[in-house]
């Protein structure tokens, strides 16, 4: 086994052990807390098999047919991210439905999951928890899978001091979804410092003062925004792919254990992607066939990822099924020449037989640090090629992390 190949593997089991232990959870169309275990054939579903005690199949679907017509085009990105995520999906019927409205269980139900809490609402001691609401047993008649998600709504003030009723079917309107993933956020002591603000909504009169605090904050966090009119509608349901923008632009602020966040180093090779974690750490993440990859406002292929992008990497059973670039080349700031030295660790090839990314070590303070390059197709090589070899000094000089040239020592 060459030792590249034993890198990308390392690599690999890295980045499963970093994302390993998170927390997964979703909502899907009707609430329902359950993992669905319908086998469906479609290209974009990604099926995985997880051990929770038995083996069982987990779809995980991110992109829907029904996400058609401008006036939902634009939730693609939130809705997918959520989907790798698991914590808001579609139906069992394979669609979204991103202009039905959402029910205060549903979103109370992804709320809840956003905040990485699904374990302790579906454990036994959740489940069998007393409601001390007037509804309470209807929902437990109705919506038996909810009652561990109510509970723990209660425990982390997800409900205010007077309500007396869950009110599971009741549609969730713009102030309440505002104030409940406020709530998640743990904003309430920043809110209730906000009462006296002073809304910039025409209709800011409709929201009630014990909420401005509430919609203020969300604001200030960038949740939310008002309409074309300059209009809040404070009353006005929410779609599911409203609801899907609140959640991802709360889940962006929340701690985000599922993800990692790094650097491209280098081009899509054999379906692996170079990238260099913020920890410095190097990673060669192997991307799921159906990965979705998000740039610039709607998905690309994989191969359109580009050396120095700054991504976000979701991962689902060790394979990539997110990707979002979030700071692209094209920002001349991450243009930047570079020229460092080092050992050479291992290096992988093109289809073509060319190289295609090179690792080298480096001593950094007394320790040794791995780093790993692209390199560009019109390379230039100094020296005999055929010292190549592992432990080799190497002089790497490129730009934007692609090497352009490499002097063999």
């Known amino acids: 086994m060459s030792k590249a190949f034993k890198k990308t593997v390392i690599s690999g089991l890295t980045l499963a052990m970093v994302l390993g232990g998170s927390t997964a959870a979703f909502a899907d ?89 699904r374990d302790q609402a579906e454990s036994a001691d959740a489940k069998a928890a007393n409601l001390n609401f007037k509804d309470a047993d209807k929902l437990k008649q109705k919506y038996p899978w909810a009652t561990g998600y109510v509970s723990v709504a209660l425990q982390n003030d997800l409900f205010t001091e007077t309500d007396d009723m869950i009110q599971p079917e009741k549609e969730a309107d713009r102030l309440w979804a505002t104030t409940l993933l406020v709530k998640a956020m743990k904003l309430q002591n920043e809110a209730k410092a906000k009462m006296n603000a002073k809304l910039p909504f025409r209709d800011a009169d409709k929201i009630p003062a014990g909420s401005v605090g509430y919609v203020a904050v969300a604001i200030e966090k960038n949740l939310i925004d008002g309409y074309e009119d300059n209009t809040f509608r404070p009353n006005k349901s929410v779609s599911r792919a409203e609801l899907a923008a609140l959640l991802d632009r709360t889940g962006s602020q929340l701690p985000d254990h599922a993800s990692v966040k790094g650097t491209v180093t280098g081009a899509l090779n054999n379906n692996l992607l170079p990238v260099k974690l913020q920890n410095n750490e190097a990673l060669n993440v192997e991307m799921d066939s159906n990965v979705f990859v998000f740039r610039n406002g709607s998905r690309v292929a994989p191969g359109d990822l580009r050396t120095g992008d700054q991504v976000l990497i979701r991962t689902y059973g060790g394979k990539a099924i997110y990707v979002e ?15 460092v030295t080092g050992t050479l660790n291992s290096y992988t090839l093109n289809a073509k ?6 690792t080298i070590n480096q001593n950094v303070n007394g320790g040794v640090q791995t780093a790993v390059y692209g390199v560009a197709p019109e390379v230039y090589i100094s020296g005999d090629v055929s ?16 090497v352009h040239t490499i002097i063999i020592r």
């Open 387 to 402: 010292q190549l070899t592992a432990g080799r000094t190497l002089e790497l000089r490129g730009k934007n992390q692609l």
């Open 29 to 117: 169309g009707k609430g329902k807390g359950h993992d669905k275990d319908k086998d469906r054939d479609n290209r974009d579903t990604i099926v995985k098999k997880v051990d929770y005690g038995k083996d069982v199949n987990i779809n995980i679907k991110l992109t829907f047919d029904d996400l058609k017509g401008k006036d939902v085009e634009w939730a693609q990105r939130y809705i997918a991210s959520l989907a790798s995520k698991r914590v808001f999906e579609g139906y069992e019927d394979g669609t979204f439905q991103p202009r039905k409205t959402i029910t205060r269980i549903e979103a109370i139900t992804a709320a809840v999951r956003l905040m990485g809490l």
């Open 325 to 339: 670039v979030l700071n692209t080349t094209n920002d001349p700031q991450q243009q930047v020449d570079f020229t």
């Open 353 to 358: 037989g060319g190289l295609a990314n090179i």
